[in-house]
């Protein structure tokens, strides 16, 4: 089964670095997410992508956050200068096409630690 | 804004015991409902879904259905095994294509 992969599993980095965090979205889906899970908390929005454009994003995802589609099959998510409460836990996800009723597939995510 | 709201975990129960997770969302429009679960060290994987009201989403012995009358979305299983034992998030997208997810709700059980 057609499955989103991300690289890394696991960051560390020390704070106000630069993180790039990988996605591989499933080959013919058009929307990507990003969403990240803060230890112990809930699982949030921050990003939607379509179209090679920010179609939405949260109150979280502020000027050290963007993310792309470098070419054909990679969407990135960077954030410019990591702060110790960006360490989370990152999910890269996709969906065929944007209607409600159709699934969004996730990554198994990517765990960013700050120090 | 539209919300999800599920019940707090960790709920412990014992092998072939029934489970119920219970789902309340507030939503202004039509929404379509999902149950994700995340097995230890893995991603989010969908369990099941419900489009409209009345429908119901089933997997696994998973089952919820869509009631708009109470905007619930409860989860249950007759008989839980131990490889059941995850955290399971409830989810409503909205028309606009974004998934609002509840806190999770953490589900050990025991042999």
């Known amino acids: 089964e057609p499955e989103v992969t991300q690289t890394p599993s696991h960051q560390v980095t020390q704070m106000g670095q630069e993180v790039i965090l990988r996605c591989v979205p499933i080959?013919?889906?058009?929307?990507f997410y990003w969403y990240r899970q803060i230890l112990g908390q809930k699982v949030e929005f921050l990003v939607s992508f379509y179209n090679n454009e920010i179609s939405e994003k949260s109150e979280i995802f502020d000027d050290q956050f963007s993310v792309e589609r470098p070419d054909g099959s990679n969407f990135t998510l960077k954030i410019r200068s990591t702060k110790l409460e960006d360490s989370a836990m990152y999910f890269c996800?996709?969906?065929?096409?944007?209607?409600?009723?159709?699934?969004?597939?996730f990554g198994e995510g990517s765990w960013l630690t700050v120090v | 804004g539209d919300s999800v709201t599920q019940m707090e975990g960790p709920v412990t129960l014992s092998e072939e015991a029934f489970l119920t997770i219970n789902c309340t969302y507030t939503?202004?429009?039509?929404?379509?409902l999902f149950w994700y679960v995340q097995y230890p060290g893995e991603g989010l994987q969908l369990l099941l879904k419900?489009?409209?009201?009345?429908d119901k989403g089933s997997n696994k012995g998973f089952e919820a259905t869509y009631r708009k009358e109470t905007t619930s979305f409860h989860l249950e299983k007759g008989s839980v095994q131990v490889s059941d034992s995850a955290v399971y998030f409830c989810?409503?997208?909205?028309?606009?294509?974004?998934?609002?997810f509840g806190a999770g709700t953490q589900v050990v059980v025991t042999p």
């Open positions: 996800a996709s969906s065929q096409i944007q209607g409600s009723g159709n699934t969004i597939y």
């Open positions: 989810a409503l997208r909205d028309s606009w294509g974004k998934l609002q």
């Open positions: 419900a489009t409209k009201a009345d």
């Open positions: 939503a202004t429009g039509y929404p379509s």
């Open positions: 080959s013919n889906h058009l929307y």
